[in-house]
């Protein structure tokens, strides 16, 4: 709503622009599908508490990204869920890779490689956008976002879950 004068200029012609964008979601009856949204479910802790809420903030981030493409909003409100999904991502990740430092993790190295290119692909996808490109906001590109998130978690990060419990970090 706060968006709401911004995006009221834009009316129709936005909706057809994002309407443009998603080309790869179906439309059956004149309805656009929506996409199912991600779920954060107790399969997905990792046992350490800080990392489970930031993973479950990400979630809902990805969440309402998702529900702005499926609702057809407009650039400025797509514009800001990215630059809160890359910012809070950034420091999640720093915070990830800092407490698996601190604790010795023998992995560590790796578990930031793959940070570092999340944050890169992340950053690169953010400036794309700025510059008029927007793949993020399609079907395919929220699937990207949202099958990488599920599987760093229940890849990469349920790894280290043990490791910290084993060293008192819930």
């Excluded at 890359?86 to 940070?115: C, F, I, S, T, W």
Aim: charged content about 25%; glycine content about 8%; aromatic content about 8%.
């Amino acid at each position: 709503q706060q968006w709401a004068g911004l995006c009221y200029g834009a009316g129709l012609r936005m909706q057809r622009f994002v309407s443009l964008l998603l080309g790869a979601v179906e439309l059956q009856k004149g309805v656009r599908k929506k996409m199912a949204q991600m779920i954060w479910n107790e399969q997905m802790s990792v046992g350490v508490q800080a990392m489970d809420e930031d993973h479950k903030m990400l979630i809902a981030m990805l969440n309402e990204m998702q529900q702005a493409v499926d609702s057809g909003q407009c650039r400025y409100v797509f514009e800001s869920i990215i630059e809160r999904i890359v910012r809070y991502a950034k420091e999640h990740e720093a915070r990830e890779d800092r407490m698996l430092a601190e604790a010795g993790y023998p992995d560590a190295e790796e578990h930031q490689r793959e940070h570092a290119e999340m944050i890169a692909m992340a950053l690169k996808s953010e400036a794309s956008f700025h510059a008029g490109y927007d793949e993020m906001l399609t079907t395919d590109g929220i699937t990207y976002l949202q099958d990488w998130l599920t599987n760093h978690i229940l890849g990469s990060d349920m790894l280290y879950g043990p490791f910290l419990n084993a060293r008192g970090i819930h």
